[in-house]
């Protein structure tokens, strides 16, 4: 699925404070590696079925075995490991004479002992890796294992049953037979180290795929189903935003004869956390992952594109409402491709007077609106231009009611059939006392 720079940005799939960011609080890796792998996922969508299919299987797969996960492979485990095979140490090979032995050993205790305790520090963690990986292979590689996972776990089975496996066979500290200590080094730096690279680089895989079950878990995902409809289709009960503390869930379906959702609802009611959400879900989707919903349909979209957050321009002379007009237009050129398109707009035109947001807000609505070949979800506060389209049967109209008790607002956050005719500006100028200090400022210059 394509999806571009502004897209991530507008869902803070990464984002510089972490804890706005998606990614972190999906992240639940345990090493380096693993981390950048789970990044890569992110940064590539799924384009097939078939790829999505395969994810999902891998990932349902270690969902059911993610309370007997071992955690013995750290990061600090990876980063010593990969230390130490670029380190340069020179060491003897082991002896072989009684003498000689007892030699190495004195050696090695006294003139070289901070080298002997790198060594056996260093091989505890690549023990540690083999036992890791071992324990890994024999919990998940099953007739029943997804065939892209066993692949993994095979490739991974066959370095750990090499006969110079068995030098790592041991637990590495100060009493451990300088013999063993420097066998295992010799065959893990001339022999072994293509091999311990290659199981860095598949526990890595698993590491990604265990985080992305672990996520599944802790925030109540579910795995979604993808239809082999030709035409574009979403269906979601019970969606939520994941960042979200306590999340109000709702639910919303969009296909090819009713395309458009249009949006309305005060500030704070809810409308731009509902598209953040739905755009979140579709693109978790598309990696193979859980979704925050109840339950999910959808059809394979190629691509997701958003216009949430725009900015003015003041280095290239350009305007919040140049912005919007080219964020605009570049959605059009994309979607003209025919192919199956979400498209997320939350609050168009607010860079212009009232007038001219309604007229190019009329046209820019009837004109995406007619690409059946896509989906649109547009938020706004224009509420009088519904009139307009009304009489547009694959345009539906959804807001989120808010409440008036004892005097304070109160925001339920349901989406609900039809269209909003709250006023609340000017209320919450009250609400926040900001004209009581009005007319105080005000006083205050005529006294």
Known sequence: ME???TTYQDLSIFHADEESSLFHHLNF????????????????PLKSFEQIHNVQQIVQFIYQHIDQWDHQVTNGTIVMIEEYLNARIDADKPANNPISRLFQHLWFH????????????????VADLMRGCTYLVQLLLKPSAPR??????QSMQQILSLSEASAFDHSFHSHTSISVVLRAHQIAKRYFRPRLQELIRLYAHLD???AMAKAMKTYDFVMPTFTSHQAPFLRVSGIFHPLLKQPVRNDLQLSR???FLFLTGANMAGKSTLIKAVGIAVFLAHMGMGVPARDMELSLFDGL??????????????????NEVHRIKNTIEKIQDRKHWLVLIDELFKGTNVDDARNCSVAVIRGLSSVRSSLFILSTHLYEIAEQLKSQNNIQFRYFEVQMQAGKFQFNYQLREGISQDRLGYLILKEEQVLDLLRALQQTEIG
């Open 29 to 44: 890796t345990r090493t380096s590696i693993g981390e950048a792998e789970l990044k890569r996922i992110f940064l590539h």
């Open 3 to 5: 999806i571009d720079k």
């Open 257 to 259: 004869e009713q395309n």
């Open 305 to 322: 594109l958003t216009n949430i957050h725009v900015d003015d321009d003041i280095i290239h002379g350009k305007s919040y409402f140049y």
């Open 208 to 210: 990604a795929w265990y």
């Open 110 to 125: 006294t003139l070289r002992k901070s080298d002997y305790s790198y060594l056996c520090f260093a091989l505890s963690h």
């Open 148 to 153: 892209e996972l066993a692949a993994i776990l």
